[in-house]
């Protein structure tokens, strides 16, 4: 497929490896920054979705949607990519596809996003079960300069696979899309279950933010491990 995601914001957090361990299946090992895990919220909207190839005309349905979804970042024999703990999207259609073509967590969901000047708002509610909810308004800000491959901005965002698993066995689709062009953000209190859904402690420290206004993505099909 390919897409286009913006209105993106990196939420991270440092968390204990020892708290994602069971979330995460056995052949996948955690990848660690500066001796740390991390988690993230990612916030965004997708639209220009399409097959390829050749690239086909819009699906009614599944050209253009909201998301979000909670992650972390793995490696499979050096191979590093993102694990998703959860992702919700108000397209029922693409969340059916999801599961069934990806074996990804998806979940139905209730989003909006209005977006004015630099300040998005943006609010998730999940119409699946477990229930969660997230509710955030961020400002945007200044250019940032390109991540060097050896940053914690590099670690957190240049990731061009995902994995996922099913019926034990491990999967793995990738994604290619040119290097991040972020911005510095600043958030306002917000509120969230998204991350406790999972029976994880939600954070309450202030995350790590990066903004990103436009990416184009594609992805490929599933491959078995």
């Known amino acids: 497929m390919h897409q286009k995601w913006g209105k993106l914001l990196f939420m991270h957090w440092r968390i204990e490896p020892e708290l994602l361990r069971p979330l995460i299946p056995a052949g996948l090992e955690i990848d660690l920054f500066d001796n740390s895990a991390w988690i993230a919220i990612v916030p965004f909207t997708m639209w220009d979705i ?26 499979l024999n050096g191979t590093p990519g993102v694990w998703f703990f959860s ?6 259609t693409a969340v059916f596809g999801a599961r069934t073509f990806y074996y990804l967590p998806y979940y139905n969901a209730k989003i909006e996003l209005a977006a004015e000047a630099s300040t998005i708002k943006y609010s998730t509610h999940r119409t699946d079960k477990p229930p969660a909810e997230f509710r ?3 400002h945007i800000g200044a250019p940032l300069a390109p991540a060097e491959p050896d940053s914690l901005e590099f670690f957190l965002t240049e990731r061009y696979c995902l994995f996922s698993e099913n019926k034990g066995k491990l999967y793995r689709s990738r994604i290619y899309h040119p290097q991040w062009s972020l911005q510095e953000a600043t958030i306002e209190p917000h509120d969230s279950t998204i991350i406790t859904a999972l029976g994880l402690p939600e954070p309450t420290t202030e995350p790590l933010l990066h903004y990103a206004e436009e990416i184009a993505v594609d992805i490929w099909a599933l491959q078995k491990q």
């Open 50 to 75: 399409r097959a390829f190839p050749p690239y086909g005309l819009a699906v009614r349905g599944l050209s253009e949607m909201h998301e979000l979804n909670v992650r972390t970042y793995v490696h």
């Open 87 to 92: 992702l919700d999207c108000n397209s029922a």
């Open 136 to 138: 955030a308004t961020w």
